[in-house]
């Protein structure tokens, strides 16, 4: 199993650190035609419509 030979600094370990601030939770936006929230320039899960058409047909439960 590999282990380092030296030490690393505490400026090397924060430099890799910043990156994880970075994330974000994704945009979300309201469905034009059941108001439900969805990805911009996704189909909506719950109506299953992209741009006014019906794409995905979804089965009620």
Do not use: W
């Not at 108001?35 to 794409?55: D, L, W």
Request: proline share 7%; with cysteine.
């Amino acid at each position: 199993m590999a282990n380092p030979k030296h030490r690393h600094s505490k400026s090397r370990r924060d430099k890799r650190r910043t990156q994880k601030q970075k994330l974000t939770a994704p945009n979300l936006t309201a469905c034009p035609q059941c108001q439900e929230v969805k990805q911009p320039h996704h189909a909506c899960m719950s109506c299953g419509t992209y741009n006014g058409r019906e794409i995905v047909t979804v089965q009620q439960i």
